[in-house]
Structure formats: C-alpha cells, structure tokens
C-alpha cells in the first residue's frame, strides 16, 4: 500500500463528512454552527485537492479528525453548552462548562503537528533546533489571530455573538484561550514530536514510490548558503 492509496485517509475523511451532516442537523444557532466549522469547511476540500502531491501522515490525519469532531461538537451544541461540559461541571463543581477550554487546547495540541509536519517537509527546518520553538510560536499566533476574529464578530454581531465568543461571564477568557493553545502545542512537540519524525520518514520512502512530490528532506548544507544552527 503506498501513502497516497492507503485506506485510513479515506476513512476519515468519510467520518468527517458523516460528522458535518449530522453536527449541521438542527444545531442551537446556526450561525455559530457556521463560524465554528468554517475550518473543517474549508480544510477538508483543501486536503483532497492537494493530496496527491502532499499526503498527509497518518498521525496528522488522525489528530485532524479529532479536531473537526470537537469542532463540530462545539459548532452544533455551542461550546457554553455543550453535555458533556454541563455534566463534567456538575460532577466537579466548576463554575463553567469547561469544554471551551478543551476547545482551545486542541487548538494547540493539533495545529501543533500540523505546523511542524509543513515546515518539516517544506523549509529547512527539520531537524533544527528551532524547529520545536517555531511550531509552537505560530501555534500561539494562531490562537491570537483567532481571539481577534471573535473580538471582531463580537463588534459586528453585538449579543448574537454571545454564543460564538463563549465567555461565560469571564473577564479573562481572552487570555485563558491563549495560554490554553500555548499548552496545547508545547505539549504536543513534547510528546509526538519522535513518533511525527517516525511517520514523516516512513511517507518520504512511500511518497516515493508512489509519485508523489518530493518533500523537503534534512538540511544540506550548499555552496554560498549559510546553514542554519542546530
């Protein structure tokens, strides 16, 4: 089986579709549905269009999958209210559906893998030691530039916006969503960093075989060019 053919992208990519239909079923405010799933919207064609020439590893496309579940999850229900949070915040005495924070962990967790597995076969950071510091810098910037877009359907949508901002009332949530994206990612590099280098070896010698693209391998050093530091 080579990287391009092998069943497992497939079978995601089927679950995720399966997960929109029924996550866009009836969902508690359509236009928080739209705003929370727009990334699986848009990612999803975007993966199949470019996939013969850039397969993804089977770590990526799993964690992937998972992000667009919580997504849809969050998208359909809204993350204030979603029943697994309402019910975790019962049992445990916390003050708000902590969902949202799970939200934004995995918006570090698996963008994290994501960056590193782009700049790993399209730059010359692989196997640099910048490499760990800037997947987890552009994870952070990231989730910045994702508090801007909800500030800003906060200005346009005013109160309707309640739903997709999904403060619960804290004054902190802003910053709570970041540092949350912070640990998500720097967890993420810590622990799948050796198991993504693994796969990302393993797609080069079947992405050769099948005919898919070239990717960026270890960095050489050439004449004229400056090496970047380990």
């Not at 928080?32 to 020439?53: D, Q, S």
């Not at 849809?72 to 902590?98: I, S």
């Not at 960026?216 to 050439?222: F, L, P």
Request: positive net charge.
């Amino acid at each position: 089986m080579t990287a391009v053919r092998r069943p497992l992208p497939v079978l995601l990519a089927g679950a995720v579709v399966v997960g929109m239909v029924l996550s866009a079923w009836a969902p508690k405010d359509r236009t928080t549905w739209f705003l929370e799933t727009v990334w699986v919207l848009v990612g999803l064609p975007l993966i199949v269009l470019a996939w013969r020439r850039f397969p993804l590893t089977g770590l990526l496309c799993c964690l992937l999958t998972v992000h667009a579940v919580v997504l849809m999850v969050g998208g359909h229900y809204t993350y204030a209210q979603v029943p697994l949070g309402n019910w975790l915040r019962d049992e445990l005495g916390l003050e708000r559906n902590p969902y949202d924070r799970f939200g934004h962990l995995m918006q570090g967790f698996v963008p994290a893998v994501l960056v590193r597995e782009l700049l790993s076969r399209t730059s010359p950071l692989r196997g640099s030691r910048w490499l760990a510091p800037l997947t987890v810098c552009a994870c952070l910037a990231f989730s910045a530039v994702f508090e801007m877009l909800e500030w800003l359907a906060a200005v346009v949508g005013g109160q309707a916006a309640d739903a997709f901002l999904a403060t619960q009332g804290d004054v902190w949530d802003t910053q709570w969503d970041m540092f949350c994206a912070l640990v998500g990612a720097t967890v993420s590099v810590l622990v799948l960093s050796r198991l993504h280098d693994r796969q990302l070896a393993a797609l080069e010698v079947t992405s050769s075989y099948s005919g898919a693209a070239p990717t960026a391998g270890r960095r050489t050093s050439t004449r004229g060019t400056t090496p970047l530091p380990r």
